[in-house]
DNA sequence: CTGAAAGCGCTTACAG
DNA sequence: CTGAAAGCGCTTACAG
């Protein structure tokens, strides 16, 4: 009613065309004379049109919306990872619609998302629940886990090997002859904390060692300062601690140092997991595990456009190499010369 | 065609009600008797029927969309106000359109989000080119410069008073008996590094003082790093220097005391701006100026609604206070305790 | 290559 | 309160 928007009838009217014409004009691969596409062109040109969205959409029933679900964003490898999602999904021609995953009503969330037609769905944050997932199933909409999995879920998955991640830090923490390594868990419902702890676990015993002590602080800055003070304030303290994200190690680094004036690595010996940028700033130079983002992205963005292509939804899950990084924050290895 | 989804008219038919009565019972306010609704709501169960929102918005004019324009998303300033924004949105019922903006088509991207009948716009990075902004205005969609703002736009603009943030930190260092003190930009045409540059000198000025040096850092991390090499080099050095926003100022933190071995505030004293969360940790504790990013997402998520709701857009220019945040990289003033 | 026509899945006057 | 019907702005067989 309010709308004063120019359509294709109106461009057809001008141009003394078809509305067809008009719709072939703006279709890439439409059969169209080369003067009918001029008069078009120059007809829309004049009036400013636009084709509209959401009407192609509906009878093509290709919305080219991806539904991204994210959270935490206060841990920076979220918004690195955004920031080229969005990218790579805008560079073939498909359109973000983000949701933050409001803890209490996700369903709610995602039943709003779904009645958008989205074609495909990132979860970067949680993941569906069982019955959504069966729902997306049913419909044929591709869903991607983005750093997390569930094995018994429909969704395809993407992550970086997390238990050969916490493998590389067992072995580089045991050969810089620490003693008492403890563990700093993130979420223990996440699949990335439990794959980095069971491999951590395994390298350690590889060495015949086993963990000196654990705490847990739920991938959150403030749960990781308490996780610190509890595994630091006895008598006898850890001389080395994996925490599961760098972003949780950055509060543990600040606890150590500033409350309990240990200095590291002298002291204490830390290491963590993604690689964020803060993790190669000089106030922490944080040896950590290089979570691969960019092809990890690309996988994703592979993984969404093949199934909405081939409207088939199988699952897949890759999972992609992870890199030890060294910086200062741990103490090297005693051969690394040998 | 490969469409198996579920419409009204399928629910209306298991329902035994006309495909109005089930439009209604999914319309709020619209009139159904409780007894219909029953029946409507007890046939969509079954069918697993979802409202089609490409179709509600093709019709009713309202897509309950709108197009957030970011970037820099390693500055921490912007994840922060995108995880806000977006809730904020989603709470009053609007979905956002996520687009980064790609340096060079930005025009292009425009484009694709006017096709999608945003019902409005928030740039939180670069600003609508006259073109867009003079076609958005004439299509009533209305447009929030986030942090940003352009005089001559009939834009919308939310910014924090970066004038006075700039004054008080020009009061504060020269208040602690600094005689030395430099300014490192970040991006020249932004009106941020405009207003911030324009108060810190006024403030100067107010105490007679002049600034000693001056360096563009262009607001990234690199930047400000030879910003800080090119100010600190000299056989003579500020004392103080205020850098433009905190995400450079941690680089030149970094670059003062790894490359130069300079001391903070000992031999330097460092301010910055934006209050972002790594200010606040222990690598760091940098004196700042606080954008109040709560009231500003609220002042856009308002002006917005407000426009979308009423069709009317006029450009309004909501200015926020801003906060000194007094940490440890800044030697304080000495009457502090008069 | 071109146009007339059907139809995507809804909302919303309109008449009852 | 209810249903039949028009129409949002497109794409896409279909026939020429």
Redesign the pocket.
Known sequence: ?T?N?????DVARLA?????????T??AG????P???EKVQKAARALG????AL??A????RSRLIAVFVAYLDNQFYPVVLEQMSSALQKEGYHVLLFMTDPGNQDMVVQKMLEYQVEGIVMASATLSSNLARECARTGIPVVLFNRYVPSSPASSVTSDNIEGGRLLAHFLVGGGHERIAFIAGDEDSSTNRDREAGFYKGLAEHGVTVWGRAVGGYTFDGAAHAARELCSQSERPDAIFVANDHMAFSVMDVLRNEMKLAIPEDVSIVGYDNVPESGWGGYQLTTVEQPSVPMIEATVNILIEQIEQRLVKRRAAVLPARLVVRESARLPKNSAG
């Open positions: 009613m709308k928007n120019i359509t294709s009838g003394k065309v078809s509305q067809s014409a008009v719709s072939r703006f279709t439409a059969s169209v004379s003067e009918t596409r049109y636009r084709p509209n009407a192609r509906m009878i093509s029933g």
